[in-house]
């Protein structure tokens, strides 16, 4: 079989000919296989939906249970034949549910990584390296300059800042699906146990976490209608990125504006969205996780789907790796 014929980028996200469906299609399809639920990757009104039981329960929550005519759960490990292909999904260590899908038919497997990171991650299942002949990867932080510390120091320096102005709310900007509920835990496990005050667009998926298994402590609503603007002193209040320093920011006491996220590595896009005290904490793969992922599936050829393609490429072809970069569009990378 042609790889093509297995897997190969169209306007609407990767097709397989082979098994009749397309991996997290952008615009909708009659089969889609969904690589977890990013709303850039998960899409509602497809004809049909096979991911795992966590990436469906996210789509529902977000989309609502008519997201969909017709879901399938995927179990992890365990191979499906559909059309002429056989597909098994495999975490990714990207968020809650997150999937690899392993595509193979007449001896040729290509995997299909989705969004990933190898970095541990106390929220979800670990990355499992899967052998195949084509690895499909992102390149969102493909690039040397992009290199994420571990998640415990950043966490600290909140920490740390916490206890520099107790006087002053804490507001973190954190994307609702995956990093929210990754920056709670941590400082959970850093020993963080007063409560966590969520704007109203973090509760839904925060339960949903907890739900499968997740737990996040005390957590209460980031409302002053029953309380004084004082209450929050020193709390950590967690918020959606565009947050931080807008309007509603102004209701908590000299707030200092947090932000979770890989591009906090860049000074200028700290400065730009008025962050004060930036966290580098990032979802996805740094440099050094994309390459060494790709030293130790050692594939016989690389895709790169969208992010910084073309450095990720070069690097593969200096090191014997036929690459070459599928410029998807669709897939947007800020919400990191
Ligand atoms: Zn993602």
């Given at each position: 079989m042609r790889p093509e014929d297995l897997l190969c980028p169209t306007p609407a996200g990767l097709w397989s000919k082979a098994g009749g469906f397309h991996i997290d299609p952008t615009r909708p399809v009659e089969r889609a296989l969904i690589t977890h639920g990013h709303s850039d990757h998960a899409r509602a009104g497809h004809g049909a939906v096979l991911a795992t039981g966590q990436t469906l329960r996210i789509m529902a929550a977000r989309?609502?249970?008519?997201?969909?005519?017709a879901r399938q759960e995927a179990v992890l490990g365990e191979a499906m034949r559909i059309g002429d292909a056989t597909v098994t999904f495999q975490p990714?260590?990207?968020?809650?549910?997150s999937a690899q899908i392993a595509v193979e038919s007449g001896g040729l497997r290509i995997v299909a990584s989705g969004d990933y990171k190898r970095g541990p991650d106390p929220t979800c299942l670990p990355f499992v390296p899967i052998p195949c002949d084509i690895f499909i990867t992102e390149a969102?932080?493909?690039?040397?300059v992009f290199r994420h510390p571990p998640a415990e120091h950043e966490i600290g320096k909140l920490i740390a800042s916490l206890d520099q102005f107790p006087e002053r709310a804490h507001l973190v900007g954190a994307y609702s699906l995956g990093k929210a509920q990754r920056v709670i835990r941590t400082l959970r496990d850093e020993g963080y146990d007063r409560t966590i005050f969520l704007h109203g667009s973090m509760d839904k998926l925060c339960r949903l976490y907890e739900d499968e298994g997740v737990a996040l402590g005390p957590l209460a609503p980031a409302t002053v209608a029953t309380g004084k603007?004082?209450?929050?002193?020193?709390a950590v209040i967690v918020c959606?990125?565009?947050?931080?320093?807008?309007?509603?920011?102004?209701?908590?006491?000299d707030p200092v504006a947090a932000y979770a996220s890989g591009?906090?590595?860049i000074r200028q896009r700290a400065k730009q969205a008025n962050v004060e005290l930036p966290l580098i904490l990032s979802d996805h793969a740094d440099w050094d996780e994309l390459i060494d992922t790709i030293t130790e599936l050692a594939p016989g050829e690389v895709w790169v789907t969208h992010g910084r393609e073309e450095a990720l490429v070069r690097w593969c072809a200096l090191n014997g790796i036929a690459a070459r970069p599928l410029h998807m569009v669709g897939y947007e990378d800020e919400t990191d």
């Open positions: 989309y609502g249970e008519a997201f969909t005519a990714a260590g990207h968020v809650l549910g969102t932080f493909g690039l040397p603007k004082g209450d929050f002193a020193g959606p990125p565009s947050e931080i320093a807008e309007r509603w920011a102004r209701r908590f006491p591009w906090m590595r």
